[in-house]
């Protein structure tokens, strides 16, 4: 239901475009977000943004990654510029739904996956 695009092999230097669309019967799309998996290294944070626009990113890809939705898509990108060989990593976007609320009035959120999409950067 979460579709990721956009990944290929660039030189250092050079710059990609992600994007990650949420498909099907969704509620209201809390959180999305971009995380990065490198081989034998755990899943970090990339860059997330909430449904109001804000934005936080990891300190490594801070100035260079930018993180923006469309809303009425559903769709998250990740703008990667100025890429590094340690960006090289598979890139997994996630989106967390709103599914209701509890009695105490607090969101019932639960988080979906897309597949990943390899992005390599040669030296």
């Known amino acids: 239901q979460l579709q990721a695009s956009g990944g290929g092999l660039v030189q250092t230097g050079g710059s990609l475009t992600l994007s990650c669309v949420a498909s099907?019967?969704?509620?209201?799309?809390?959180?999305m977000a971009w995380h990065r998996q490198d081989s034998g290294k755990q899943r970090e944070l990339v860059a997330h943004?909430?449904?109001?626009?804000?934005?936080k990113y990891a300190d490594s890809v801070k100035g260079r990654f930018s993180i923006s939705r469309d809303n009425a898509k559903n769709t998250v990108y990740l703008q990667m510029n100025n890429l590094k060989p340690e960006d090289t990593a598979v890139y997994y976007c996630?989106?967390?739904?709103?599914?209701?609320?509890?009695?105490?009035?607090?969101?019932?959120?639960?988080?979906?996956w897309g597949q990943g999409t390899q992005v390599t950067v040669s030296s």
């Open positions: 996630y989106a967390d739904i709103l599914k209701g609320y509890t009695i105490l009035n607090i969101p019932n959120l639960q988080r979906y």
């Open positions: 099907g019967s969704f509620g209201n799309i809390s959180l």
């Open positions: 943004i909430t449904n109001g626009g804000e934005t």
